[in-house]
């Protein structure tokens, strides 16, 4: 599986951007999909997850302003970020949880990430 986010960019506070990511390949496996990011010297943190079913989860910070949301048959998960603060700023990953299922490892799973997309709020 291969994801692709779009839709960072420099923004100012106060204002929206709309994330969007979209998976590719073997994506039948595909469960839950969530939004992940960094900021310069910082551990990455969960910004929202979201389930296969549609049941959803965010981060403390982000709780309120943030919307996350799928289309399986688009392949596609979005981060919808409003009221955007400066300590936003941080480079948001993608990422899918896979079912890959084997004779001996019936449950088996792996995540896999996207490259990233840079997201800037100025104050």
């Known amino acids: 599986v291969r994801l692709v986010e779009s839709g960072g960019g420099l923004v100012q506070a106060g204002e929206s951007l709309r994330l969007s990511c979209v998976a590719s390949?073997?994506?039948?496996?595909?469960?839950?999909m969530g939004w992940y990011r960094q900021a310069p010297g910082k551990q990455r943190e969960l910004v929202a997850g979201i389930s296969v079913t549609g049941s959803t989860s965010y981060g403390d910070s982000v709780k309120g302003r943030f919307t996350i949301s799928r289309d399986n048959a688009k392949n596609t998960v979005y981060l919808q970020m409003n009221s955007l603060k400066p300590e936003d700023t941080a480079v948001y990953f993608c990422n899918a949880h896979v079912s890959v299922p084997t004779i001996e490892r019936p449950n088996n799973a792996v995540t896999e990430w996207g490259q990233g997309t840079l997201v800037t709020v100025s104050s």
């Open positions: 390949g073997t994506t039948f496996g595909i469960r839950d």
